[in-house]
């Protein structure tokens, strides 16, 4: 966090009015958490006790260790404070999922692509589909379809303390301690529906506070759909060469305008059923931006069907094309910033 991460503690930096601690704080009791430990580590003892106890991490060995650290002692979720979700029943779906299985754990996971080493992509061809956005965590080696990754937020049954590992002074990886769980028990995935933001550095809270303030100005709210198949391949809809249209003749995604009433999730899954005939069951929010003083909402999904069984409502014509391929085509230009952030240019 810089300069700001000198002198305070990331838990207790303020976005909006509230640090991220006491959105966490918040976020938990909607989820049903009886029992809130709190693991400190960097200036944590400007984080003192109240509705929550605290508990000194001496040596940074990573999220295994906190775990370990905090020595909880009943079904627990680790929630990382940096994380703030955009849909407030997300979690809630997530829990009510973890609770109705037998898994040990349930990995909550969202579209919005991370470089950070322990949360690298899963691909949704490599689960098997339990639900819509539920999926196995057992993997295998296919590594294609919709990309998804983890998000800090992560339940566990208490039978997964068990598997904890012998901590020395070398940090251990997250992944590797659902990865040892695996070995004997059964693990889930949770895909939001909504967005989450993570406040890795400065320039995170920069980019969400000047979203946040520009979203105050807009009129009008739409949505567009990123559908990848299991080839890693994207859906594009070529719009009618009719010149009285904005872009005629342009490639772009499939999507619309948000009706009075309707969430972003269920405006998105209504456009591509009326558009392609294509019912979408397992998606989450990508990008939300400001377009045309318009309140946009990018989902990605995973598109399980081929061309032949897609029924064509709009436009000229649709195909499926690589990400190698996107640079060669004449773009809408608010898709094609939206394909260029989701496939990395």
Known sequence: ????????????????????????????????????????????????????????????????????????????????????????????????????????????????PNIQRDRKS???????????????????????????????CTFFKREALEFLPSFTDTEHIFRDYLDSILKERDGLIYLLRGMRYDFSGPEDIDEYLQ???????????????????????????QRDDNPAIRYPGHWSLFGGTIEDGESPAEAVAREVLEEIDFNMRNFGLFREFVQNNKREFAFAGELSAGLDELTLSEGQGMNLFYPGQLKELQIRPDDKATLEKYFGG
Not at 217 to 225: F, L
């Open 211 to 237: 979203l946040k303030s520009q979203l105050k100005e807009t009129q009008g709210q739409g949505v567009s759909a990123i559908l990848i198949n299991p080839h890693g391949q994207v859906l594009l809809q």
């Open 1 to 112: 966090m810089g300069q700001l991460g000198e002198t305070l503690p990331k838990a207790l930096i303020e976005v909006e009015g509230r640090t991220l601690l006491e959105r966490s704080i918040e976020t938990l009791h909607k989820i049903g958490v009886s029992r809130i430990i709190v693991v400190v580590g960097h200036l944590g003892e400007q984080i003192v006790p109240g509705e929550f106890e605290v508990v000194r991490q001496e040596k940074q060995l990573g999220l295994a260790h906190a775990i370990a650290t905090a020595k909880p002692d009943d079904d627990f979720v680790v929630l990382c404070p940096d994380n703030v979700y955009t849909d407030e029943t997300d979690l809630i779906r997530a829990c009510e999922v973890f609770e109705s299985n037998e898994s040990a754990f349930l990995l909550v996971a969202t579209v919005t």
């Open 122 to 152: 899963y691909f949704t061809s490599a689960h098997r589909n339990l639900e819509s956005n539920v999926y196995d965590y057992r993997t295998n080696t296919t590594s294609s379809g919709l990309a998804i990754n983890s998000t800090g």
